[in-house]
């Protein structure tokens, strides 16, 4: 497995150094993160560093969608050289995801010939975009290689019956690292259960649990909402009159006047347009107008569907 992992490594250095160099030529010579969320959590990380939770020295506030991240950046935040820790990390966290490819490809590839096998882990890093991801100086890179360590643990668990002892940690750690990926850790947490591994799954469900809430309990201790702002940020979009319920009130309003402005002898009716037409077929207002569609010259009304 040597071969393969030594192939995409190759690969993967070039294309971060490339990225890296015409960041720097873009930016004149200075070094940025590609998002200034990042920059966000180094102000975190630097005042948890001093014991404060917070951007502000002056107030507390939570506006990391990361429980860990800060934690794991502050030892380094106090220093200048605390500003490329992200990078740092990130560049690590990449190689470790690309060995984890390897291992999974290694797996699911029948005739392991090094070639495919470095060919396929090199496709997984462009799909999943590790490069890019170290460049926003998040979680995003830590994410991925939490997430790629659950897919491995859980396929080794499977081929071979043999729980890896890091698999409970990639679990409970990566609601921690991305709140979005309690989701994952339920999914794994399920398979185990299903393996009959159920004191194993209900433990680390209960730790997720336990950990989750503590740290809202420690939010809500310091005068805070119970998650992370960017987290009720998300959370309001995805209401009924928030972000995404406005959007699709506005794309059913533009449906309409568009289905208003047709010809005169087409009619486009969706399938629940067409459920509620056959229900109002009793009312004989309705029918006299569907009657009064059809085109004065005897022609046939078109109908898209």
């Given at each position: 497995m040597g071969s393969p992992f030594r192939v995409a490594?190759?690969?993967?250095?070039?294309?971060?150094?490339?990225?890296?160099?015409?960041?720097?030529?873009?930016n004149h010579g200075t070094f940025t993160y590609t998002l200034d969320d990042a920059y966000i959590h180094i102000a975190l990380a630097e005042h948890i560093s001093h014991?404060?939770?917070?951007?502000?020295?002056?107030?507390?506030?939570?506006?990391?969608?990361?429980?860990?991240?800060?934690?794991?950046?502050?030892?380094?935040a106090r220093f200048e050289i605390g500003l490329y820790a992200p990078l740092v990390l990130n560049i690590v966290f990449a190689v470790a995801?690309?060995?984890?490819?390897?291992?999974i490809t290694t797996l699911a590839v029948a005739d392991r010939v090094p070639g495919v096998i470095a060919a396929i882990s090199i496709a997984l890093v462009l799909a999943t975009n590790t490069v890019g991801l170290v460049f926003i100086g998040l979680e995003h890179?830590?994410?991925?290689l939490i997430t790629?360590?659950?897919?491995?643990?859980?396929?080794?668990?499977?081929?071979?019956?043999?729980?890896?002892?890091?698999?409970?940690?990639?679990?409970?750690?990566?609601?921690?690292?991305?709140?979005?990926?309690?989701?994952?850790?339920?999914?794994?947490?399920?398979?185990?259960?299903?393996?009959?591994r159920y004191r194993m799954s209900i433990a680390l469900g209960l730790v997720v649990a336990l950990s989750l809430g503590a740290f809202s309990l420690f939010l809500m201790s310091l005068g805070l909402d119970p998650l992370p702002t960017s987290i009720m940020?998300?959370?309001?979009?995805?209401?009924?009159?928030?972000?995404?319920?406005?959007?699709?009130?506005?794309?059913r309003e533009s449906g309409h006047q568009r289905s208003?402005?047709?010809?005169?002898?087409?009619?486009?009716?969706?399938?629940?347009?067409?459920?509620?037409?056959?229900?109002?077929?009793k009312a004989p207002a309705r029918?006299?107008?569907?009657?009064?569609?059809?085109p004065a010259h005897g022609g046939r009304a078109v109908r898209l569907v």
């Open positions: 490594l190759v690969f993967l250095v070039a294309l971060i150094g490339a990225e890296l160099a015409a960041l720097m030529v873009l014991g404060h939770y917070g951007i502000n020295a002056t107030e507390f506030s939570a506006p990391s969608s990361s429980i860990a991240w800060p934690f794991i950046l502050a030892p380094a995801t690309l060995y984890v490819f390897v291992r890179s830590l994410q991925l790629a360590m659950i897919a491995l643990g859980l396929a080794l668990e499977s081929s071979s019956e043999v729980m890896p002892s890091w698999l409970p940690l990639a679990i409970v750690s990566g609601p921690l690292v991305r709140y979005e990926n309690a989701a994952i850790s339920l999914v794994a947490l399920t398979y185990l259960f299903l393996r009959g940020a998300k959370t309001a979009a995805v209401a009924p009159n928030g972000q995404l319920g406005g959007f699709a009130l506005h794309l208003r402005h047709l010809p005169h002898g087409v009619r486009v009716i969706s399938p629940r347009l067409r459920c509620i037409q056959h229900r109002s077929t029918a006299g107008r569907a009657a009064s569609d059809r």
